[in-house]
């Protein structure tokens, strides 16, 4: 086949869309399921507070962002079954990852932000910043179908409540707050708070998936490609290898699931070229045993190098009883309070807690900059590979969190709360939902994801983010996505 891409999330569906318009016959090898079938409920996807087989893979117990309340464990059991939201465990962290069609646009809550200009030459400084911010940030916009909440709706609207209480108590401590943009149908939730239509972020859904008003990668990037005629997609099928074919291109190896995680076949077909849009964590790691493995032997030594977790931690506040949150609680978050510009960066969005009742709650995931970086290293003993990252690493965001939170606390007369994240544990530093880094552009590839000594070998994905983006990082990884497989289809494809 001519272009194989392991992974459908964003930098696998918009090379999926750009390939199959360039007249390449593309294959996309996913490893979650297709999720189009209802279930006996008659919705696709389930909601937070009755999560089951739907909700996680190949787990047995639920794992939640927020494990206790009232320092009492709210995980609970539910059936084996390749389910939408990975919590994959590392001796350090918990990485939330999507798996389905679409990746983590499943069960993400859809904060489509850039980031500032600064952080990103910061960061990526040999990539043309203003041919990002003139043309891929755009670019990945519409694909995504970014939008905003209505600001005058959103000042009166029910189940924003929380969000404008948390932004009012940020407001009087002297910190600045923001609108966030999202790739949700606000047009839609106006509806959900009318009653007329069936609700989804008013009804608890999102790290499970949502039913409606999501413009998820199903919906936008891969049915465009689908539509072109050249892209077929394979669910449940795992890559295990790849190394180069006799004849030419590279030999790929997978493994078929079936809906309880067993292998009910193997497989190997063989391709020009190979994407690599697994993830962070799913590219990182199979480059990282190639290499170790002598498939792949000329692999740089950076693969597997520069990880981080974006900063992220979560905290929550216990408010006071004259600032309720609603019981109805929107789950797609639109503020934020962005303290980036100060000694410790941090830019906080203000979260739900969408259980039903009142609980004068403010959750927060606060996303900081964060130095510490990790690496995949692969384990010779038991072939596996696993993340050299320490809970200790995270200091810095608790920190830089704490440098807010201690503030309005102090202002508005607030304590945390400590019985969210494990018993008496204030910060839910051991977790992420932005996994980035492990095969940075430009050390472990060339400039445009390309793979050094392995020609037709890229990658496509959050890998190529150096550990850390100041802010939600699909909209960054879509755009660079959308530059780098231009330069290739114009040069490598020509």
Known sequence: MPALIIGSGYGGAVAALR?????????VVEMGMAWDTPGIDGNVFCNMLLPDERSYWL?????????????LPVDRPIPRHTGVLDSENFAGV????GRGVGGGSLVN????????????????PFVDA???????????????????????WLEHAECYRYARTSRDAALRSGFTTTAVPNVYDFDYMKKEQAGQVPPSALASEVIYGNNHGKKSLARTYLPAAVATGRLTITTLHKVTAVSPAPGG????????LGTSGAVVATKRVIADRVFFAAGSVGTSKLLVAMKARGLLPDLPDAVGEGWGNNGNVMVARADNLWAPKGPVQSTIPVIAIDNWDSSTPCFAEIAPFPVGVETWIGLYLAITKNPN???????????????????AQNQPSVDAARSVFDVINQREHTTYRSDLFGVGKVWGDDLTYHPLGGCVLGQATDGYGRLPGHPGLYVMDG??????LGVNPFVTITALAERNIEKIIATDLA
Not at 109 to 124: N, Q, T
């Open 94 to 97: 918990r990485v939330y990852q």
């Open 109 to 124: 809550g859809g904060m489509a932000i850039v980031p500032r200009r600064s952080y990103f030459e910061e960061i990526l």
């Open 463 to 468: 890998s190529l983010i150096p550990g850390g």
């Open 249 to 256: 291109g590279y030999r790929v190896e997978m493994e078929q």
């Open 19 to 27: 390939l199959s318009r360039a007249g390449v016959d593309t294959h």
């Open 373 to 391: 970086r990790g690496r995949f290293e692969f384990d010779s003993g038991t072939g596996t590979v696993g993340l050299d990252w320490r809970t």
């Open 130 to 152: 203003g041919e990002m911010y003139s043309t891929y940030y755009p670019r990945a916009n519409a694909g995504l179908g970014v939008g905003n909440v209505d600001p005058a």
């Open 59 to 71: 787990r047995n117990r639920t794992q939640q962002p927020f494990g206790y309340l009232l320092n």
